[in-house]
Structures are given as structure tokens and as C-alpha cells.
T-cell receptor
Framework: DSGVTQTPKHLITATGQRVTLRCSPR?????VYWYQQSLDQGLQFLIQ???????AKGNILERFSAQQFPDLHSELNLSSLELGDSALYFC????????????FGPGTRLTVT | LAKTTQPISMDSYEGQEVNITCSHN???????ITWYQQFPSQGPRFIIQ???TKVTNEVASLFIPADRKSSTLSLPRVSLSDTAVYYC??????????FGKGTRLHILP
């Protein structure tokens, strides 16, 4: 158990819909990262927040957005969903501003039908 | 961001020591070397991180030669439960993180 929690564990929705994924980092960790993992794309970095501020952006689509709240939990919003958005979405946290030492949550499996 | 090269897959037997080598010829002075393990449908798990020489923890050892252009993750006495994908990352975390394809390690009984 990494100490990072993600909800929900599974999500099934239809194309065109909007969903919100939630992540609670390890106690004390200020950095939160979001990743997408699909079978054909591997693990893709989406975005990082540090203490409430966006710090780095990866291959995140304009239909996707995220935020980190004052209590440090983070939410990833996915809108106008397409079949290709079906994937595992992982959240990770780190105690440092920039670090490859990250602790991943169990993931949310999103299925778009 | 330093590019890394790892074997696509490896097989070994239970009880053996497994060494997975990662090549990173253009590693920068400030870069660290980090290894992750991932089981199917689970998030990657941080294994070990090092800068130079040797680092050891309860799970693995990381060997880094003086030129730092490669590194070797060593897993002692593997078991079937060590079957997973292992990723090598090089950097300081100040850029977009790229996990790559990793090495699929298959432990045989």
C-alpha cells in the first residue's frame, strides 16, 4: 500500500460524457502527478501539481483538466469522452518539488462505451 | 531528458539473481537513476534510486559505474512474484517524465 488513494476504482461511461477522478496523496506529499496508461500507448505523463499550482504538463488533451485543492487532494476531469480515452488513470505523489521518486495509487480504470 | 535503453524482455528462474541493465549515454550531471516495478493493472512501484556507485535497499541493489552511462538493477534470489515490468528512468524530475517500454521480466519455476 503506497498511501495514495484513488476513487473510483472502476468507471464505465458513454462517449460524450464527463467524469471526475479523485486522488488523495500520501500524507505530507505536496506534489501530485497524473498518468494515463493504455495498452498501445504505455504509461503517459499528463500533468503535475505542486502545492496547488500547476507545475508541469505532459501529453494532456485540451478536453482534460486537473486541479489540486488546498487539502492537497487532486481531481482529474475528463470531458467529451471518446472511446480512445478508455485506459487506466494513475495518480502519484511525491514529497519533493521535482523528483522521480513517486508513489503511485491503485488507479482508476475508465471504460468509455 | 536522458534517453534510456533497456532489454525488451528477460527470462530467469526462481532463486537466481537477475540483473537488468539500462543504458543512458547522455545522462546529465544532475540526473538521478530511478527504477520502478509494475505488475499488470497496478500502479508502478518505486524500487530504488541512485546517483553513483552502489545503492542497496531491502528489495534490490543498483550498480552505477563511474561514467554513469549505464546502470544495473540487481534482484537477488527472485521468485515467481518478481514477474513484472521494470522501468529505468533518468533525470531529476524537472521535465516531462517518460516511462518508456520497460523490461518484461518473466520468472520461471
Amino acid at each position: 500500500d503506497s498511501g495514495v488513494t484513488q476513487t473510483p476504482k472502476h468507471l464505465i461511461t458513454a462517449t460524450g460524457q464527463r467524469v471526475t477522478l479523485r486522488c488523495s496523496p500520501r500524507s505530507g506529499d505536496l506534489s501530485v502527478y497524473w498518468y494515463q496508461q493504455s495498452l498501445d500507448q504505455g504509461l503517459q505523463f499528463l500533468i503535475q501539481y505542486y502545492n496547488g499550482e500547476e507545475r508541469a504538463k505532459g501529453n494532456i488533451l485540451e478536453r482534460f483538466s486537473a486541479q489540486q485543492f488546498p487539502d492537497l487532494h487532486s481531481e482529474l476531469n475528463l470531458s467529451s469522452l471518446e472511446l480512445g480515452d478508455s485506459a487506466l488513470y494513475f495518480c502519484a505523489s511525491s514529497p519533493r518539488f521535482e523528483s522521480y521518486e513517486q508513489y503511485f495509487g491503485p488507479g482508476t480504470r475508465l471504460t468509455v462505451t | 531528458l536522458a534517453k534510456t535503453t533497456q532489454p525488451i524482455s528477460m527470462d530467469s528462474y526462481e532463486g537466481q539473481e537477475v540483473n537488468i541493465t539500462c543504458s543512458h549515454n547522455n545522462i546529465a550531471t544532475n540526473d538521478y537513476i530511478t527504477w520502478y516495478q509494475q505488475f499488470p493493472s497496478q500502479g508502478p512501484r518505486f524500487i530504488i534510486q541512485g546517483y553513483k556507485t552502489k545503492v542497496t535497499n531491502e528489495v534490490a541493489s543498483l550498480f552505477i559505474p563511474a561514467d554513469r552511462k549505464s546502470s544495473t538493477l540487481s534482484l537477488p534470489r527472485v521468485s515467481l512474484s518478481d514477474t513484472a515490468v521494470y522501468y529505468c528512468l533518468v533525470g531529476v524530475g524537472d521535465d516531462k517524465i517518460i516511462f518508456g517500454k520497460g523490461t518484461r521480466l518473466h520468472i520461471l519455476p
